[in-house]
């Protein structure tokens, strides 16, 4: 399904090499202030051209095809389209039918009978992010202003220290291959209750958008998988006064479905790009035959570099969701 | 939200020591046989009793209030109810304004401006994952039967062997304490294409409704977590034939948002339970003060016990909402 | 679909000879009173007996199954049941293969493939709207204070005079027939601007409930089918003061899909019941043959009588669902 | 809400004097052929410049964003865009603050807090429609091809006879006035339960989107408002064979909310176009008078006109919705 949300309510669509890629937006709050410029930073933070991602450059301004009159949003539904420009489907074309590890191809062709487009990963692709990202801006724009985010990347190729990043990256590109990682988002200021018990809990509406992001193969809030490894009373959380306020936050600001007052903390872990410049034996479709494969195209050494902006925005859109 | 699902609906109600606990589910197909019986074996999974879980005793035998006829289902919506029996509020009581840490209490007062009900955690109890399961084995029953679900605790307190288990729940049993765990479900059989790309993915649904039950803080797929600290020359898994098949299963079974074939892998990490016997230092709002807290009632010492059962459940519940 | 609403969020459940009919509320906001006398009222307007009606007898008092605490409710979902009582399902029996005629009976044993329960008319029976007008009485307790509803027979059998109603009944009781009816409700101190343009506007979601009542052919808004022969100079409302009150009042409360500040004014249109004391030509899937049916059990002569209880609730659960 | 549709999902959006209208439709198979003139037959229908429509032109050919490959759907959301390029916001430039008679400016003016876009009814237009109507075509594209579609408008002006109806267009134009009119669609072919028990009734969803059109005003399926004023012997509709036909057809191809195997039959009641030639006395919010207003821009003088095109597409998507 290509929408989400009850509140502030997403529609997506778009293709890797299609003519566009955009988002409509309802219950955008009329009288909101959007230019393209609100969008600029997270889109940049986003944007291929870091070392580690692909050499792919699109301008990624959006442009506004309905909801916003004189610079402010109406109240309208919002449409916000990407088109795309630096497509380059000839790098693509020799895959045919000799389908990327850990790509959606194979699944795509047989879910949609073949008729799916194949250019680029097509509806499949990490492109449509960038459409994430601008929804997020918006979710942003109409959260509470004492919210704070801070999203980072927590580990890269299994390493926590920012400082060896770079390492990792040169070594795994001049191997040809890639590597995965960790995007931890902070949200501050969320007050105490939002989420709900139950089937729209905080931790559920996020994690559900975070699985939507290409790449993304784990979530955990507060502690996490370490929690499992810990004695209740290593891992309870003491209250200390009326406001709620805790001693620790091993919950990472969830108890119960619903926002505890304290700081939101969620990581997504990402897998390794699958695109490598390595040769890889898969199957030929078309030859019926087990073969190397050189993935052509341009490509993230590490998705998660990226993922940290689409991660913030997903995490800021169902917040939007279910703000109070 | 108490609902969920697009083709298998279900809407939950209920609290801990009100009358009962129920779901309602509506898309079940008509002509499926159904008896109390097909429901002892989760029912008895997820009951009290075991060691190392509370000794609460419920009957936990569903009532069908709707949608069966001549025990069989109809195809109108199928309610199922479980009174509540065997409850003893005066244990929580005591604890009335006096906040567990690291249970909803705190956060459900402040929300429902304190006319949620309190005793034994009210709509936010475990005790509702009575009709969760109940629900997949409704689902079990409409998904095709050569799925097959295997579950099991994977992690008791930071140990993966379950020949030691028995002997972590006695320890943390003597000191009055907890310990979290992990369930991991794995369902074979589901053929390539199940899920929708980008927010019905398999796992945006699957992870959905695993946050959805108490206790859950994390999720992860296939390698998960450790495929953040994977090179993707390794992650990668190599198709080996036209039916997809893999020579690795580092996906888990979904490669974007969809089934790939191959087996779904799943595990969910609970937290320790937060109710310990140990006397806990936590604010009083009715003293205003900071003060040992002693959690009376029965609970359990490793809530993935139980947990086991509803993963299965939530897992199945998500398959069949998603079947083609 | 069993459910309805996005805020103030309805799941149905129940059939008319099967164990109970119940309504699962989720969106009550916590701390309104409510005991069983709440919904005396509304459901005695609905009760079978008065003239017209038929002779079945029902306690219709609701049970509490969940989400109220002390007398309160407690923002988690409410669950309202009423068992079945007066139950003659050997009424039907005589008629199992002779399908009723304008009943759902055929549709629902091709639909269901023969597993429907057939008792009564099993879950398309209209013994689910006392599940409706319990409803309606939860979304009028939690609108505004300053809304008022005046509902009534607009029209019996084609007559306009409620001093004729009477006569109208007996004589149609006296010919073993039956007779439709036009019910309107309206409902005062709507603020300006509930709905949204499209597809939630107030008439899309007012109809959208109204024709999910049994016997419900019609609806319109305002002058509705009688604006069709009018003249836009006749039609318009012209605006009088800031507050938008108009001169006149064609539109019913609603321009553009949101609600103007004037009095909302609905009718919708119930065929007369289909169940009468005549026999009746019709198929008999049993013999293969058209063949005289005598239809058994107890029904209303004008259903559109207990249908205005039941409008009244559908368009309060609306607004309850709309209210801002 | 902006969205409608559980199976054939769509959401709209866009201004009358914005940069676009259009439509993203997911859930539409993969596999089918489109082109831009599989829309000309329907959107020329609903295009202005018939006699008693505005003189407004737009050149409406969809615009294919998202969703089509080598011009077959790819089964991922479908995106229809119609740049809006015949605009001439000043001649609605004088009307600010003087809202029209039965338009929505006034209501939108007050919900959007004075945000909305006020040029031609900004989203509120009847613009929007040109969408509809598209994914309209789309629908009767993936329903199957044994479903006929005949609509027609049924009366106009209070006259049924059509010979008759270009007469009260000239008098209604020569006189500066507008008149209302029925729009009747049957559809043929409809197997035998389609549709939901209660809140997913075929009715309620038609209905739904019938109302979602503007200057809808009522809605009747079969006999209707005249079922009211039957007996139910005159109104049951005796069945005649096992495949479910009937001698009549009162109910219009709906019982029970599902269909019967009837022809679908549903009248749509437009009320005459609010927008008159002549002047209106009305309030005028920036001189605080109630002062004549002259409506300017291009108006149709019977909206039900271009309204069947709407009607058609508006039953073709909830039909989409709801086959089975």
Chains 1, 2, 3, 4 share one sequence.
């Not at 489907?89 to 073949?114: L, N």
């Not at 999203?151 to 190729?157: H, L, Q, S, V, Y």
């Not at 931890?184 to 992001?213: K, Y």
């Not at 050494?301 to 993922?307: I, K, N």
Request: glycine fraction near 14%; include cysteine; hydrophobic fraction near 40%.
């Amino acid at each position: 399904m290509n929408r989400f949300g009850e509140h502030f309510r997403i529609a997506l669509w778009g293709e890797s090499h299609g003519p566009q890629v955009g988002v409509a937006i309802d219950g955008v709050p009329p009288g909101i202030a959007l230019s393209a410029e609100d969008f600029a930073g997270d889109l940049a933070r986003r944007q291929a051209g870091a070392p580690g991602t692909t050499s792919r450059r699109e301008a990624d301004v959006p442009q506004f095809a309905a909801g916003l009159y004189n610079g402010l949003t109406t109240g309208a539904p919002l449409a916000l389209v990407f088109p795309n420009g630096d497509v380059r489907s000839q790098d693509y074309a020799a895959t045919a039918g000799h389908d990327r590890p850990s790509h959606a191809d194979r699944v795509a062709q047989e879910r949609f009978g073949g008729f799916n487009d194949p250019r680029g990963g097509g509806h499949f692709s990490g492109r449509l992010t960038v459409a994430l990202v601008a929804a997020g801006v918006v979710a942003k724009k109409i959260l509470p202003e004492t919210l704070t985010f801070a999203t980072r990347i927590a580990e890269m190729g299994g390493c926590a220290d920012p400082l060896r990043f770079d390492e990792i990256l040169r070594e795994a590109t001049a191997e040809g291959d890639s590597v995965g990682g960790v995007v931890e988002c902070r949200v501050g200021g969320i007050p105490m209750g939002w989420g709900e018990p139950f089937f729209d809990s905080l931790e559920s509406r996020v994690a559900h958008l975070l699985f939507a992001v290409p790449a993304v193969k784990g979530v955990e809030f507060g502690s996490g998988f370490a929690a499992a490894r810990m004695r209740g009373s290593q891992h309870n959380d003491p209250i200390l006064d009326a406001a709620g306020t805790t001693a620790s936050n091993h919950a990472g600001g969830v108890v119960g479905g619903l926002s505890d007052g304290n700081e939101l903390v969620v990581r997504a872990a990402f897998k390794p790009t699958p695109s490598i410049a390595r040769p890889q034996m898969t199957f030929n479709r078309t030859t019926g035959r087990v073969e190397p494969l050189i993935v052509g195209g341009r490509h993230d050494v590490c998705v998660a570099l990226r993922g940290a902006a689409v991660v913030e925005a997903a995490v800021a859109i169902a917040l939007a969701d279910l703000r109070r």
